[in-house]
């Protein structure tokens, strides 16, 4: 005999989030739907030194899940002196925290 309590809901899962990431701050303007739009990131570097990013531009963002943990990914960019920096941002929904990691510098 099998018994159900409830729905399951599935959804899929990335895995591991590899690579070095970063605590961030990161200031977020929401549209009148509730869509968070980063706009500006501040990070502090090894020597202690804080430095700001802005203004950010948004190429794609999405929810995903990795090892089960709900995450809001955002693939970014911005310019830095005459260069184009991608990178990505992550909102971590359940401890309200930021984290950034570089594609490229």
Avoid at 21 to 37: M, N, P
Avoid at 49 to 63: A, Y
Wanted: proline content about 3%; some cysteine.
């Amino acid at each position: 005999m099998k018994i159900e309590t409830g729905t399951a809901v599935r959804h899929g899962d990335e895995g591991n989030l590899g690579g070095r990431l970063e605590e961030i701050a990161c200031g977020v303007w929401f549209t009148s739907r509730g869509t968070a739009i980063p706009k500006l990131v501040k990070y502090q570097d090894e020597t202690g030194m804080i430095h700001s990013i802005g203004p950010i531009r948004v190429l794609s963002g999405e929810k995903k899940y990795y090892c089960g943990i709900p995450i809001q990914e955002y693939r970014c960019s911005t310019v830095i002196g005459n260069r184009e920096i991608l990178f990505r941002l992550y909102y971590y929904m359940e401890t309200n925290c930021w984290k950034l990691r570089w594609e490229q510098i």
